[in-house]
């Protein structure tokens, strides 16, 4: 079954975007994954399609409204009934690699694009959404956010990429930033390729690997260092 990304914003030109080059886009022609993409402003209200107003209480900017937003997501669940409906937000949960996975082995997501000051709580209440954040920043709207949610999913769908070895090494799949690469040449700028790499005994590859993965995290991500110690128990 194709897994689909459905996703809800008021800049569709920015779709695919560079979700069409390299794997990923060739992922998309192969049918692997495919992209619907919804202009939240085509259930906006009135002659303009407003999309916003003012916040309740008083403040800075403007705020989406709660029946164009929930008229959209309605609309879009209609041709992607399964979707996990996420609305991207600072506020949200982050996105860790252990969600990554879970998203990319259900039947798709459908994601709404925040913008202005943030969306009514009502359509989030009664749309269920997921609040999913890329991290403690803020951009000028959901649809960064999307696309690198959408990237790293599909990158994990069967038949994607090249090597499943790969994909079991890299950052975060065992709790661990990945190790340290090296290629040709073996000297560059009077630095050597570490003897280990170039020795052929695979044992003692693995453990010079992993022994770099944990310094690397313990140095840099205290707090993946300590989760994987309890794990380690």
């Known amino acids: 079954m194709t897994w ?3 996703v809800l914003t008021l800049f569709p030109s920015m779709f695919p975007g560079p979700l069409d080059a390299s794997l990923i886009g060739q992922a998309r022609q192969n049918g692997i994954w495919s992209l619907d993409v919804h202009d939240i402003r085509e259930h906006g209200i009135g002659r303009h399609r407003a999309v916003d107003d003012t916040p309740a209480g008083g403040g800075p900017g403007m705020v989406m409204r709660a029946d164009v937003a929930a008229n959209a997501v309605d609309a879009a669940k209609a041709g992607h009934p399964e979707a996990v409906a996420i609305y991207l937000s600072p506020r ?3 996105l860790d690699q252990r969600r990554v996975r879970a998203l990319a082995g259900s039947p798709g ?3 709404l694009c925040g913008r202005f000051e943030g969306l009514d709580q009502r359509a989030i209440d009664t749309r269920e959404l997921e609040e999913i954040s890329l991290g403690d920043f803020v951009l000028a709207g959901g ?3 999307a696309m690198a949610l ?3 999913c599909v990158r994990l769908l069967p038949g ?3 090597s499943e070895a790969s994909r079991e090494q890299e950052s975060f799949e065992e ?3 990945e190790y340290p690469h090296y290629t040709r040449p073996s000297d560059f700028e009077g630095r050597q390729i570490p003897p280990v790499l170039l020795s052929g005994h695979h044992g003692e590859i693995a453990r010079w690997r992993l022994a770099e993965a944990e310094n690397l995290t313990k140095g840099r991500r205290a707090d993946l260092w300590s989760l994987y110690e309890k794990r380690r128990g």
């Open 4 to 6: 689909k990304a459905t």
């Open 92 to 94: 949200g949960a982050p």
């Open 109 to 111: 997501v459908l994601l």
């Open 143 to 145: 649809e960064i956010a």
């Open 150 to 152: 959408i990237e790293a």
């Open 160 to 162: 994607v990429l090249g």
């Open 175 to 177: 709790g661990l930033l």
